[in-house]
């Protein structure tokens, strides 16, 4: 990929297909057309994250759930550390979900409001002991995911304003405790892998990670598959600190 | 000796220390509070003895580790490019 700030021309290795960023603006380029769908799906994606950056949104590799009070709880993280799964059963107690693999960040003067990024909500079929209605759903499991994930209909939330951000870890005990915002920062631009394209955009993304960071507690949690049944109470004593 | 920071260094300043990105390197670093403050004088040119004269005067320290807390940290941010000789 090509990028200097808000413009990029994205390039699809394994298709060649390219795609165009202006602005807010993405318009096909060479071989896009003749692309098989899902280059075409991976360049849109990439172009969103891009042209929402250009607008000071930022795009997270991240679950989020909204409590009962409208507050926002972000998990962020690398792949297999159960955002996913912790997203899916706090769904289970009620708690609406806002992004299972990806949400976006709109810093604000206070903290941060986090936006929906629409995609399913998939969990492991290894689950079906944790999570029973599983079962039900075991047809849909996609076949082609090394995962054996199964998507899931859950209850949805638009936007909530951010009341923490949880960094999970799997172990052999369950334990929350408040991070050092230099590991939490460092923890969140990794997940936010834009901020690495060093373009005319980076220092505003990075900065207003760092922002994010400053006002909004930082938690790690290492869990077992005990919270699977308790986060909402896990995290009901953590907000009632 | 002085050093310099180079231009493409965005650093992240927090309540426990701060945060380095280097955008040749793409890598980040964090640095706790002292650290913090000697990347402070860098960005000002200090050189590495004035730096020392500050944290004897900021920090109860002693002079032999305040000097090799700086010539680590120094050495540090050296080996990550993120400063050189000015």
Redesign the interface.
């Known amino acids: 990929m090509v990028a200097t700030g808000a413009n990029a021309l994205l390039h699809d290795a394994p298709s060649g297909a390219r795609l165009r960023v202006t602005g807010t603006r993405l318009s096909r380029d060479a071989h896009y057309d003749t692309a098989p769908r899902d280059a075409r799906i991976r360049l849109v994606r990439a172009g969103a994250m891009i042209a929402l950056r250009a607008r000071g949104l930022y795009q997270l590799h991240a679950s989020a759930a909204v409590d009962p009070r409208g507050i926002a709880w972000l998990f962020a993280g690398p792949s297999g550390v159960g955002k996913s799964t912790l997203a899916y059963a706090l769904s289970r107690q009620g708690w609406q979900i806002l992004g299972d693999d990806g949400v976006v960040l709109e810093p604000t003067a206070g903290g941060a409001t986090l936006h929906a990024w629409r995609e399913p909500l998939q969990v492991s079929a290894a689950l079906t002991t944790e999570f029973p209605e599983l079962r039900d759903r075991e047809h849909l499991e996609n076949l082609h995911d090394p995962r054996r994930r199964i998507p899931m209909l859950v209850s949805t939330a638009r936007h909530a304003p951010l009341g923490a951000i949880i960094f999970p870890r799997r172990a052999e005990h369950d334990r929350v405790t408040a991070m ?4 939490a ?2 923890e969140l ?1 990794l997940q936010s892998s834009q ?2 394209l ?1 373009d005319s955009e ?2 505003r993304h ?2 207003r ?2 922002d994010v ?2 006002r909004v507690p930082s938690f790690r949690l290492e869990h077992t598959q005990k919270q699977l049944h308790e986060i909402a109470h896990t995290l009901g004593a953590v907000a009632s600190v | 000796m002085k050093y310099k920071a180079i231009a ?1 260094a ?1 650093v ?8 380095l ?1 280097n ?2 390197t ?1 890598r ?1 670093y ?2 706790n509070e002292t650290g913090t403050r000697i990347w402070e004088m860098v960005q000002q040119t200090a050189d590495e003895e004035s730096i020392v004269a500050t944290l004897l005067n900021e920090y109860k320290v002693e002079e032999a580790m305040a000097r090799a807390e700086v010539r680590r940290i120094l050495d540090e941010l050296i080996e990550a490019q993120l400063i050189v000789p000015a």
């Open positions: 050092p915002q230099t590991m920062l460092a631009m901020v690495l060093a980076t220092p990075f900065a990670l760092r960071i400053a | 493409e965005l992240a300043t927090l309540s426990d220390g701060a945060v990105l955008l040749q793409k980040y964090s640095l």
